[in-house]
């Protein structure tokens, strides 16, 4: 059994053995079923970094291939172009500075759509999990 030290009132508490191991199924099942659930599924990092910073991107690495990997509907080469011309863009840097990232995103033209359906794409996938930790 545990030292417990991060929890004073569990610390205290009576535990029966019969009790510990079921707590331990429990834990040792939600964490395999969350290994099953979630095996393929992998967020290439240069994707990751073009939603939360589209200017922080290099156009030709491999952030429009691993784009494509993710959401097999976008054209590649359309959203390398989009890519070129956010990033060319002083007063979209200047938007997106304002604005922060859900609002650019959301306001984002539809000239940029590859782009925009990407990041929209992955932003709603984890609302939630997104707004908890960003409020």
């Not at 990751?48 to 097999?72: T, Y």
């Amino acid at each position: 059994m545990g030292r417990k030290i991060h929890f004073p009132t569990l610390r205290n508490a009576p535990v029966s053995s019969a009790a510990m191991a079921g707590m331990k199924g429990l834990l040792k099942s939600l964490a395999e079923n969350f290994t099953e659930r979630f095996n393929d599924f992998k967020i290439p990092k240069q994707v990751i970094l073009f939603v939360r910073n589209p200017f922080a991107v290099d156009v030709s690495g491999s952030c429009p291939a691993e784009a494509k990997a993710v959401m097999p509907g976008i054209d590649e080469a359309a959203f390398q172009l989009e890519l070129v011309q956010i990033q060319s863009s002083d007063v979209l840097k200047a938007k997106f500075g304002e604005e922060g990232l859900c609002e650019f995103w959301a306001h984002s033209t539809h000239q940029f759509d590859h782009c925009r359906r990407l990041a929209i794409y992955l932003l709603t996938m984890f609302g939630s999990t997104y707004i908890c930790e960003s409020g």
